[in-house]
T-cell receptor
Framework: EDKVVQSPLSLVVHEGDTVTLNCSYE??????LLWYKQEKKAPTFLFML??SGIEKKSGRLSSILDKKELFSILNITATQTGDSAIYLC????????????WGAGTKLIIKP | DTAVSQTPKYLVTQMGNDKSIKCEQN?????MYWYKQDSKKFLKIMFS???????INETVPNRFSPKSPDKAHLNLHINSLELGDSAVYFC??????????????FGDGTRLSIL
């Protein structure tokens, strides 16, 4: 059975710290790994990773995929209170254009 | 400018009632979805529609029925509401035809509370 596991489930750090969120997957016919940020409302798209070893960056956020070890990490440097959210990881399959396999999320709290 | 919009944002109703949640997207996407997010924040796919065809139907009770009048709309009807239906329901859309690999865009959610 396909699964996506995120760790840690929750994390509390101080403003300015750097955090690393983990996402491992076991997915048949894996195609890509997606990261979303969910604050109070809708999950918002952050990154889609398809190739191993190519880092994607957006401001203080970056992510990379390792298709050999079947995991991805999301890094956030110089964290701010606005980074507090649930970070969701999801995997897509080559034989399904539509269905995503979701992790349970990491709840990140940034203290001032 | 709203990309994926769903109404209502909040829905409080009693057990046994029938209710609908509406969703519209103006992104020109081919595929729309309904998700249920429970208190543990786990997103569970319920349905997806591509070009008016139901292409995923997970183990969801038949009290839940999606209705898509056109590819920009996917409404969710729920009959005989139960306490366990309390959750946040998210609508999403993506380009999904022809093997494209595009992310899903989500609406703000509808918080359903059953009394």
């Amino acid at each position: 059975e396909d699964k996506v596991v995120q760790s840690p489930l929750s994390l509390v750090v101080h403003e300015g710290d750097t955090v690393t969120l983990n996402c491992s997957y076991e997915v048949t016919n894996f195609r890509s790994l997606l990261w979303y940020k969910q604050e109070k409302k809708a999950p918002t798209f952050l990154f889609m990773l398809t190739s191993s070893g190519i880092e994607k960056k957006s401001g203080r956020l970056s992510s990379i995929l390792d298709k050999k070890e079947l995991f991805s990490i999301l890094n956030i440097t110089a964290t701010q209170t606005g980074d507090s959210a649930i970070y969701l990881c999801a995997a897509s399959r080559r034989d399904s254009n539509y269905q995503l396999i979701w992790g349970a999320g990491t709840k990140l709290i940034i203290k001032p | 400018d709203t990309a994926v919009s769903q109404t209502p944002k909040y829905l409080v109703t009693q057990m046994g009632n029938d209710k609908s949640i509406k969703c519209e997207q103006n992104l020109g996407h081919d595929t729309m979805y309904w998700y249920k997010q429970d208190s543990k924040k786990f997103l569970k796919i319920m349905f997806s529609y591509n070009n008016k065809e139901l292409i995923i139907n997970e183990t969801v009770p038949n009290r839940f029925s999606p209705k898509s009048p056109d590819k920009a709309h996917l409404n969710l009807h729920i009959n005989s509401l139960e306490l366990g239906d309390s959750a946040v329901y998210f609508c999403a859309s993506s380009h999904g035809s022809g093997g494209s690999n595009q992310p899903q865009h989500f609406g703000d959610g509808t918080r359903l509370s059953i009394l």
